[in-house]
């Protein structure tokens, strides 16, 4: 599913470092990644390299096994655009990329990777890159995960760092501390910045905070 790895990269850690938000980096435990699915079908912000294909950008920067991408995710839209080839399309700053399973129905029938009926998609279909990004620099595209593919890969996306309004991590999280078995139950540890914070105190911090925040999951299992 997701390639393997103790922890994250140096290069994810710079990409980390430049997105100029306030870092929030929790330890968790089992479960932990449900609540955030929700989000991610809205969608989140991702720092990796700009330029490359869709399918180096999902296997390489986001770490997703090929066999995976190419047996599992039978749903690809570049933004709001189906895509059947998923090696030439390149990913631009602030392009929006969805990832799902395959579609039921009519739509799916339409929709999904190498449907045989493509031809009906009209308009909606990928007209070719509009970009202009260097390949090799870096910056930031929004990503969505639906259905399966969001219950397979939110956990692997959060441990290597998604951006978020700050005041929706702290609705989450504030769910997470009405609902058993309670926030502090979920979260083991929690730093801003560097700073240590209570998991108590999570959602008060983080609605004090002005506009988005880089979140990192280390999962304890």
């Known amino acids: 599913m997701v390639n393997q790895k103790l ?9 980390m470092r430049d997105s100029n938000f306030p870092l929030l980096t929790l330890r968790a435990g089992q479960n ?13 912000g991702i720092r990796l390299t700009l330029g490359c294909s869709v399918r180096q950008s999902i296997c390489t920067d986001l770490g997703v096994d090929p066999e995976y991408v190419d047996q599992r995710i039978r749903s690809v839209f570049l933004d709001n655009s189906p895509l059947d ?5 390149k990913l631009y700053e602030g ?32 007209k070719g890159d509009k970009g202009c990004t260097a390949e090799g620099s870096e910056g930031e595209i929004t990503l969505k995960l639906f259905n399966f593919v969001a219950e397979d890969l939110v956990e692997p996306m959060l441990a290597r760092g998604a951006i978020m309004q700050a005041v929706d991590v702290a609705a989450l999280l504030h ?14 540890h929690a730093e801003l910045d560097g700073r240590e914070i209570a998991p108590a105190d999570l959602p008060s911090v983080l609605e004090s905070l002005p506009g988005r925040v880089m979140v990192q999951v280390a999962w304890q299992k």
């Open 32 to 44: 932990f990644d449900r609540p955030w699915r929700a989000l991610f079908r809205r969608g989140v």
């Open 7 to 15: 922890g994250i990269t140096q290069k994810e850690r710079e990409l």
């Open 95 to 126: 392009q929006t990329l969805s990832l799902g399973g395959g579609m039921p129905g009519l739509v799916g029938i339409t929709l999904n990777r190498a449907s045989p009926f493509c031809h009906f998609r009209g308009e909606i279909g990928w």
């Open 175 to 188: 769910e997470c501390a009405l609902e058993k078995p309670g926030l502090v139950h979920l979260v083991h």
């Open 85 to 89: 080839d998923i090696d030439t399309p």
